[in-house]
């Protein structure tokens, strides 16, 4: 079923999509996710707002939401299934619609063992892939997944995240193909360093023609120091840092560090905007958003289409 949000629109236009993420403040301050939302304005499509990020509590993705889609912007509702059961997830997904939020991207979150409440309960009611399904019949069958009718049904644009890198290999473009089953329309990629691995990845998207049914938005995320990639590189699962980017961050003054990093992310949106099945780009500059104008600048992703906001 066709949806309205902006974004789907500009899948369809053919154009590449850009979106950008915003991190809400860890207190009750409209302010601070007002001020990250007006860095992106004009430079992306939509925004995603993180849902407890590394498992550290902060204002709610829902709410924070309200916030930027007050500003004129389309937000994109995040949501872990960590956090919440099936009713509750079902409805702030009817809350959210009823703001007038109509995208959302549907995660399983960090371990709360990698956060601040390393007591908290994991939820996992349903999976991400279970998540995915159940918004889909919202939306298209207008029905809960206890199998009653809803009143208005929320006509989400879902999104749902692929990791390339993440071990085995083998199994990742499987895993992607379950998850369009079960309804995403839009994929964003875990961020990408390894271009060979990530294109190794596409070709077996495109030998499955998983392409061809999903909207593919490369993950891209800016180095700011050469500690920040050995850090990923080491400490973040699911993370591949070739040791060459290491090398090429090292070989700069640290004070040079922070532009090589933007260098390095404006060239790999130059190398995968030529990559058969990519339509579009995820920038996700973690606490850096006045960065994120510059980029997509650089990289030639300006003007915005402004026809379906």
């Not at 703001?99 to 999976?127: E, K, Q, R, T, Y």
Request: charge should be neutral; charged fraction near 30%; include cysteine.
């Amino acid at each position: 079923m066709k949806t309205e949000s902006v974004l789907e629109k500009v899948f369809a236009s053919g154009e590449l999509a850009v979106t950008s993420e915003c991190g809400p403040p860890r207190g009750a301050l409209a302010e601070k996710i007002i001020e990250k939302a007006k860095m992106l304005q004009g430079y992306v499509d939509a925004v995603n707002v993180t849902d407890n990020q590394t498992a550290m509590v902060r204002m709610s993705s829902f709410a924070a939401c309200v916030f930027i889609k007050q500003l004129g912007m389309d937000p994109i509702l995040q949501m872990v299934t960590r956090d919440r059961n099936r009713l509750a997830m079902q409805a702030d997904i009817l809350g959210a619609y009823a703001h007038g939020i109509d995208i959302m991207l549907c995660l399983s979150g960090d371990h709360p063992h990698f956060g601040d409440h390393p007591m908290a309960a994991n939820v996992h009611d349903i999976d991400s892939v279970q998540f995915v399904q159940m918004v889909r019949d919202m939306r298209d069958k207008g029905r809960f997944q206890g199998g009653d009718e809803i009143l208005n049904p929320p006509k989400m644009y879902i999104g749902a995240a692929a990791n390339p890198f993440a071990d085995p290999f083998e199994l990742r473009v499987a895993r992607l193909a379950k998850k369009i089953k079960a309804g995403t329309d839009f994929i964003q990629t875990q961020c990408i360093y390894n271009l060979d691995k990530f294109e190794k990845w596409m070709d077996g998207v495109r030998d499955r023609g998983l392409h061809e049914k999903v909207n593919i938005m490369a993950g891209i995320t800016p180095m700011k120091t050469v500690g920040m990639a050995r850090y990923m590189k080491k400490r973040v699962p699911g993370m591949d840092v070739p040791d060459e980017l290491i090398k090429r961050m090292a070989g700069v003054p640290k004070e040079k560090q922070a532009d090589e990093g933007i260098k390095i992310s404006i060239e790999a949106i130059e190398r995968l905007k030529e990559v058969e099945g990519v339509k579009g780009f995820h920038i996700m500059a973690i606490e850096w958003e006045q960065k994120v104008p510059e980029i997509v600048e650089r990289a030639g992703l300006l003007p915005r289409p402004k026809e379906f906001s």
